[in-house]
Structure formats: C-alpha cells, structure tokens
C-alpha cells in the first residue's frame, strides 16, 4: 500500500482535481488517498471566526460556488442532485453555528474545529463521490473515527496508541483498492471533532502511513519537491533531490511550508521514504526524504528557509547569573501557555537570553515571562522583557554542515557584503544548521544573497543603476552590453542593468532593461528624472551587489553620494 497527499492546490478546482484523478489512474498499487480542503477554503473558514460569524454571507457564497464548481463540472448529472444537497446541508449547519457565535459573541475551541474541518470533510466526500462515479474500487475512511488526539502538558497531540489500534482495525475491514480520507481531521479524548494544526493533512498522511505499514508516503503539491530556498521569493531556487529526514525536518521547522513540520517523525520510526512531487509536473522528479545516504549528494548546505513575522524578547538582568532552575521556569512557563520558541541564544556569561517567536504570541510571552519572575523583576534583579519586532528567521541547513569548517564565515560575509545586520544567532548542537535573526525588511535580500554564495557560487548577479547616458554613460552600457558575456565567463558576475535616468527621463524596476532598446524605453518613460526619486528607488529595491554608476558631469549628483552611502549603511566605513 501507497499513501498519497493531495494538497489544497491539487484539489482546488475540477481541473486540478483531473490531475489528481490522473495520477491516480497511473498507479497499479493499493492506495490511500488524504486530502486537503479545496485551496483557500480552510482560510475562508478561519475568517468566518475571526468575524464572529458577523457579516460572513459573501464568504459562504463564495464556499458555495467553489464546491459547486467542483461538482458542475466533475459529477455525473445522476450524482448532482445528492451531491448539491449535501453541499447544502453542511453549509446551512455552519450558517447555523456562525449565528450562534455572532449571538453570544463568544467563539469556543470546539466550535473552532467544527467550522475548520468542514472544508476537508466536503473536500474528501465530494471526490469520494466523483472517484466512485468513475469506476474506482473506492472505500471512504472517516478519519475522526482513527486518529485521536490527547492532551499532554497542556498541548493537544497524537493517541499514537489510539489512533495505531483504530487505524489498523479500520484497515483490515477494507478490500477496496483505493481508499479515501479527509486530511487534518481528529477526534480529541472527549470523541470531539478536533484537528491537527494548520497545514495538517500532511500529518494525517505520515499518521495513516505509518499504521497502515505503508512501502511509501508520496506528498503531491504545486512545486515540484524542497526546493533550496522558498520558490516564491528566490527565483533561481531549485528542487533538492535528496534529504535526510533530519534536513527535511529542520528545514520544514524553520519555515518551508511545503512539508508541516510534525509530518516526518512518525515516518523516521518506519524508515517509511516520502517523495514531495508536483501533481502539476508529475514527471518532475521532485525530492526524495529518506535515511538512505546512498542517494546522498556533496552538498554542504542543502536548503535554506526563513520564518517572517518573528519577534525576539530580550531579557536579562544580574538576578539570572547562576541561579539553577532560571531556565527551567522560563520555558516551563511558556510551554504552560503554549507560546512555541523558534530560536533561543544566551550567552555564557548567563547575563541575558534571548528567543525568538511569532510575533503574534510576543506580547503574551512578555507578559508570561515577567509574570514568572516578578518578585526578581521588582528587586530588580532580572530587567522586565523586551519584545523587538518586525524581523525573520533564516536558517541554513544541512547535515554535513558538522564536518565542514568555514560555513559560518561564509554565512556572515555574504550578508555583511549586503549590508544586512544579524541581529541573533543560534547553532544546533548537531551543526545541522544555523540559525539568524535579521530584520524583516531584508528577508528577501539575505535570502538571494545566501542562495547566491551557497548555491550558485558559478555566477553572481550584479545589480547596476546608471545615471548620466550622454557620451560616457552611453558607452558604459553599449560596453555592458558587448562585454556581459565576457565578465560572466571570466569574472562569474551576470551584470543586470536595473536603473537608467537622464536629466529628463527615467527608468528603475526589478525586472532587467532590454540594453538593445534602451534609448526608446528611456525617452517612452512616464517616469520624470529626479535624482533623489532614483536614488529612493534603488534603496526601495534593496537588493543584494548594487551598483550605483554617476556617469553625469553634474556638481549635484556626488553631493548626494554620502546620503546614498550613508542610507546603505556603508558610510562608516569611508
Ligand atoms: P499544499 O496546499 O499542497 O499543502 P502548501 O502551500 O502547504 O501546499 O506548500 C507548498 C508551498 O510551500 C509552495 O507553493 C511554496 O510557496 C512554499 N514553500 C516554502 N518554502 C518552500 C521550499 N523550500 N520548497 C518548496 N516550497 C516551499
Ligand atoms: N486545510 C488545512 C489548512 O489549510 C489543512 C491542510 O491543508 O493541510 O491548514
Ligand atoms: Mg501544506
């Protein structure tokens, strides 16, 4: 037996969901098949909370017509009829719980559940249904009847033995070749329905694959594996194809979305292989997890992921120095309020420690913390906390990081070239990866710098600004232009004119200027030359190697360069 995960995106639509249905018709094995809710439905949902059920009739018609889509355009017409009215029960259930919290205004944990579940449990019975009509020996498992949560210390995790005895006694009763369960659901101790976290399904499926014995675990999303860096943010990123399950777990646990982050461990007691593949490229290889170092590569760092949105809380004070059990009762009393650290540093001078966490829980953990320790706080002995915000965690990863010397120093060069501050750092004690704090503004920068010294050590992009195109200017670019593949060949540098201004005109965008055409572009521009607006622009940009060239013969222009220099940071050093 196989299991499958198809993610929001490979079932957000009927024609998403014919690829699925492809994918499926090219497997000879038995299969489990998890699904996510359509694309977008579970987020949909969480707004009807967060309103309070106030004002949310465009969003259950926008539910509605997702669904309605689906079965329009997927259904036998025989099979319409029920499927609409099952669409519409459950959608005049959650009318009816939407009323009920806007009335008492109040919104409780088990009323959350309900309402974020039903987007797996409409997802998963309307492709029961649609599989079923096209012939597939299809049985649907309910999976609030085989996974099961408990509360431990004050968090909700898995009935590992619950659910393990559910599972298999449900799966023995099954004959179907093909076998489908809504992905995220739960049921809690109090046989509530409940859910695994955001992102979950890819936890039910590692779930079902461990208890079901199965020979792989395949995730099929909308990229084609781990790619080295988030796809979305850094463009030159690219799938890896191998990791260890440790890689994978540090990488997932420190940001990449791709996999949620609890998913690999009850997979690494199996030593069960997961396989990330793209259910839009499915040729694609896509990335293979595992604990075989056979299939192993060279690689140093493997990937790089970031979290946004962080907060890190300073707290410090002599009152810590020594004391056992400071550090006991600090994380015991953020784990009591569920307050998850994404990174901590202290030094060892025990002076002061620092962890980061999501920016939403900062306040809490600065209120928890000084809480905790108010009778030190008003001896003043320990500071009170204090919460710095607007910043990212970037963490670089990979297993032969340990045996490797130099990593860090090349970590710290590149975002010192690029002007980008640490602001915390972190090492694993395995050295699997390391772990910074910078502000946020500079994610993207830092992140392409990185992916450029780690990744793409055979060609660096060199950002150019010109301003000034008479005589001088003019050749510099026609010079560019001819020499780009000379410098990129020799030099390793990929030479990317971004900004080009006049005394008239300008231009400035992320994207390159097309250097054969770039007189008519420059006189077409809507854009009135202004040299402080170019300037403010290249520093909006902020990118990582920028290069501002004044080819002009003006006395203003070199009277702006020491605020140019100073705005990126460089100043000090002249
Ligand atoms: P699904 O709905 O299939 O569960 P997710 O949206 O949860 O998909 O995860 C896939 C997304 O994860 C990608 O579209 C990509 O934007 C994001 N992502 C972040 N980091 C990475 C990474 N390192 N590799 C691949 N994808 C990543
Ligand atoms: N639908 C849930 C979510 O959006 C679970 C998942 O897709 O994995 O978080
Ligand atoms: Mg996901």
Redesign the pocket.
Known sequence: MKVLKF?GTSVADSKSINKVVAILNNNDDNLLIIVSAFGGVTNLLQECINLKGKSTEGILKEIETRHLEVIDNLSSLDGQSSLKSFLKEKLNELEDILDAISTIDEVTQKIISKVLTLGEILSSSIIYEILKQKRFDISYLDSKEVIYSKSFNNNEVLDNDRSSISIKNKLDLIKSKLIIAPGYICSNENNEISNLGR?G??YSAAIFAKYSNAKSLEIW?DVSGVYSANPKIVKKALPIEYLSYKEAMELSFFGA??I?FPTLQPLIEENIPVYIKNTFKPNDNGTCISNSTKLDGDEIVKGISHIEDISIINFEGSGMVGVPGFSKRFFESLSIHKINVVMITQASSEFSICIAVDSNDAISAKKVIDKEFEFEITQNRINQAQIESNLSNIAIVGDKMKSKKGVSGRLFNSLGQNNVNIRAIAQGASERNISIIIDEVNTKKALNSLHETFFEENLKDVHVFITGVGNVGGFLIEQIKIQREFIATNLKLNLKVLGISNSKKMLVSESEIDLDNWKDLLNNSIINADSETFQKRILDLNLRNSLFVDNTASDLIPNTYRGILKKWNWYHNL
Do not use: L
Request: charged residues 25%.
């Open positions: 993610g992102g399904s890819d999303t979305k791709v949620y």
